[in-house]
C-alpha cells in the first residue's frame, strides 16, 4: 500500500500568511493526488486535482505542486473561510490513500 | 446540480449488519465509478470501497474484506454498501463520492473525487 505521509499535522497562522503543507508518498505516483478541505460537520471539497489543477470554483491563493513522491498545497494568503482541515490522496493505485491530515488552525 | 444523498446509518450492536444507500442526481450516473470513505469521529479519511461503472471492478480496503459489500443499480442511480459483522471500529460518518479521470486519447493519467455526499452516521455500540 502506498503511505502518504502529510507535514505539518498542525499548522497556526494568521489572515494574510502564506502558508505550505507538504505531502509525501512512499513511492512514486505520478500526477495521481488532490487535494481536499473539510470544516467541521461537513464533506471533504475538492481543491485540486492532478496535484496541480485548481478545481472550479476554488480561489486562486489555492495552488499545488509536485509529481512523483512529493508535493505541496500552498495558500498565498490566508482568508478567514480558509482555517479548515486538508487532506491530500493519491489515486494512483488500490487502496486509495489519504494523509493524515494537515488542521490549520487561527493564531 | 450534481448531487449524492446518503441514507441508511444509525445505531447498530456489534455483530449486526446495516445496508447504506447514495441516490445520485445531475449526471449520468452509469458512467462513473464510484466509491465509499469513511471517517471515525475525531480522525481522517480513509477510502473504504470503489465500483466501476458497470460493476465489473470492485475493490475493498483490506479492514473492511470479507464484511462489506459494495453494489450499485444504474437503473435507480444508486451505489449501496452491504455492511455486516459489524464492530465498534467501524463507527464512522460514511460518504460516498463520485471518481472523475482524466484520459486524454484513452490514456488516463489522473483520477479524483468529486462530488462527495453529506455523509451518514454509522454507530456501531451494545
Known amino acids: 500500500d502506498i503511505q502518504l505521509t502529510q507535514s505539518p499535522s498542525f499548522l497556526s497562522a494568521s489572515v494574510g500568511d502564506r502558508v505550505t503543507i507538504t505531502c509525501r508518498a512512499s513511492?512514486?505516483?505520478?500526477?495521481?493526488l488532490a487535494w481536499y478541505q473539510q470544516k467541521p460537520g461537513k464533506a471533504p471539497n475538492l481543491l485540486i486535482y492532478?496535484?496541480?489543477t485548481l478545481q472550479s470554483g476554488v480561489p486562486s491563493r489555492f495552488s499545488g505542486s509536485g509529481s512523483g513522491t512529493e508535493f505541496t498545497l500552498t495558500i498565498s494568503s490566508l482568508q478567514p473561510e480558509d482555517f479548515a482541515t486538508y487532506y491530500c490522496?493519491?489515486?494512483?493505485?488500490?487502496?486509495?490513500?489519504f494523509g493524515q491530515g494537515t488542521k490549520l488552525e487561527i493564531k | 446540480e450534481v448531487q449524492l444523498v446518503e441514507s441508511g446509518g444509525g445505531l447498530v450492536k456489534p455483530g449486526g449488519s446495516l445496508r447504506l444507500s447514495c441516490a445520485a442526481s445531475?449526471?449520468?450516473?452509469?458512467?462513473?465509478?464510484m466509491n465509499w470513505v469513511r471517517q471515525a469521529p475525531g480522525k481522517g479519511l480513509e477510502w473504504v470501497s470503489s465500483?466501476?461503472?458497470?460493476?465489473?471492478?470492485?475493490y475493498y480496503a483490506d479492514s473492511v474484506k470479507g464484511r462489506f459489500t459494495i453494489s450499485r443499480d444504474n437503473a435507480k442511480n444508486s451505489l449501496y454498501l452491504q455492511m455486516n459483522s459489524l464492530r465498534a471500529e467501524d463507527t464512522a460518518v460514511y460518504y460516498c463520492?463520485?471518481?472523475?479521470?482524466?484520459?486524454?486519447?484513452?490514456?488516463?493519467?489522473?483520477?479524483?473525487?468529486?462530488?462527495w455526499g453529506q455523509g451518514t452516521l454509522v454507530t456501531v455500540s451494545s
Open positions: 463520492a463520485r471518481k472523475l479521470s482524466h484520459c486524454p486519447g484513452g490514456v488516463c493519467s489522473t483520477n479524483w473525487f468529486d462530488p
Open positions: 445531475g449526471f449520468t450516473f452509469s458512467t462513473y465509478s
Open positions: 465500483i466501476s461503472s458497470s460493476s465489473s471492478y470492485i
Open positions: 513511492q512514486g505516483i505520478s500526477s495521481y
Open positions: 492532478a496535484a496541480s
Open positions: 490522496q493519491q489515486l494512483n493505485s488500490y487502496p486509495y490513500t
